[in-house]
């Protein structure tokens, strides 16, 4: 008996991971030993709800990279940055974390069979992101300071002592990151007109821009996007351009002063004719909410800016614009943050009965 394939059965490839998918865009060599969980290849998801509110009869998507496999897109940089520093022969690797950089690293430091050594500002890393860190099994420092003062003394340790820095001023992340520009590409068929980021450190919107303009060198994309950096308004010093010395969101992955990436950043905005822009913590809470409840897909606090600033420059959205924000890390690492969204929903205590039952759905009366 033949068996016939029905049109309906496609292929489904296998995924090797960022490096070998963009290995000629990256700045590995044969000799490079590839550490990946075979992280990349997140979905783009349209948003129609949301395309909805801003009206004009734009495309809105997501770029949800709260898929990788630790959860976050650190992990497209992580890959990079690991296997270099395992190719130079490193033992260790340190870095500064508001919680998604220390988990990614433990990961792939693990993987490796590198050390990983995480400092994290105490008290103000979501809860899913140190348990990662710990299980994977790094040493986790919690200081007593912010992270623009975790990051200062992880310059200082590894300068001092053969420890190899994996914080995004290591070259290797953001050549790594820049891939999800190029994933971007490939989905729509070109660079978007718009691109909005939660903006923290600075290293992720270099990253992607420089992803776009390498594509456009290589005439994979025709157009570049107008980057839209959204910060968190008690941490926005892009947005003032002044150091914010004690920053403060409940979108703790971004709570920054004085990120590392300032001038790329700067020149990033400057060179896509893109703005950076604050946005609250309530603006941040009520995107976060409309994309959990309205468009199904839950992401991290920090995360949900990039819509948040989106619906805030609502106005300034060209009529037809195709815009993909960026969703950097899944809602699962800060449960707390929504088990603290007010929700007349929850219905706890109820006795096993189903008239009760019944009637607390609204079946009976
Ligand atoms: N979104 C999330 C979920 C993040 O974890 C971060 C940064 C950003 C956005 C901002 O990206 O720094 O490249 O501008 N998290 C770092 C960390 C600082 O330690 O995990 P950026």
């Given at each position: 008996m033949t068996l016939t394939l029905t049109p309906f059965q496609t292929k489904v490839e296998y995924w090797p991971g960022l490096i070998e998918t963009y290995r000629r865009y990256?700045?590995?060599?044969?000799?490079t030993p590839v550490v990946t969980l075979h992280e990349g290849n997140t979905p783009l998801i349209p948003l129609p709800t949301i395309s909805a509110l801003i009206g004009k009869q734009v495309e809105v998507f997501v770029?949800?990279?709260?898929?990788?496999p630790t959860g976050s897109f650190k992990d497209r940089g992580m890959t990079l940055a690991v296997s270099k520093a395992k190719e130079s022969g490193s033992n260790a690797v340190i870095c500064a974390s508001t919680g998604n950089t220390s988990a990614s690293a433990a990961a792939y430091a693990r993987r490796a069979g590198l050390k990983a050594f995480v400092i994290i500002p105490d008290g103000y890393v979501a809860m899913g992101k140190l348990a990662q860190a710990l299980l994977y099994g790094a040493e986790v420092l919690a200081i007593q300071g912010n992270f623009d003062q975790a990051l200062e003394i992880v310059r200082q340790v590894s300068e001092n002592y053969p420890v190899t820095l994996v914080n995004s001023v290591n070259p290797y992340r953001l050549e790594g990151q820049k891939t999800a520009a190029f994933e971007v590409v490939d989905a729509l068929g070109d660079a978007p007109d718009w691109l909005c980021i939660p903006v923290g450190n600075a290293g992720n919107i270099t990253a992607y821009w420089r992803g776009f303009c390498q594509y456009q060198q290589e005439q994979r994309c025709t157009r570049l996007p107008r980057m839209m950096g959204f910060q968190a308004a008690g941490a926005a010093p892009l947005v003032h351009d002044a150091i914010v010395e004690k920053p403060d969101t409940?979108?703790?992955?971004?709570?920054?002063?004085?990120?590392?990436n300032w001038e790329k950043a700067i020149a990033v905005q400057q060179a896509s004719q893109g703005q950076f822009m604050a946005v609250t913590d309530q603006e941040i809470l009520a995107a976060y909410r409309l994309l959990a409840a309205d468009e199904g897909i839950f992401c991290e606090p920090a995360s949900a800016a990039s819509v948040a600033g989106l619906l805030k420059a609502k106005a300034e959205v060209p009529a037809g614009a195709t815009i993909v924000c960026v969703?950097?890390?899944?809602?699962?690492?800060?449960?707390e943050i929504a088990l603290q969204q007010k929700t007349e929903q929850f219905h706890q205590g109820i006795a096993p009965d189903l008239d009760l039952i019944a009637q607390t759905m609204g079946l009976a009366p």
């Open positions: 990256l700045p590995v060599t044969d000799k770029k949800y990279d709260g898929l990788n409940l979108a703790t992955a971004i709570r920054i002063g004085n990120p590392a969703l950097t890390g899944n809602g699962l690492k800060d449960p």
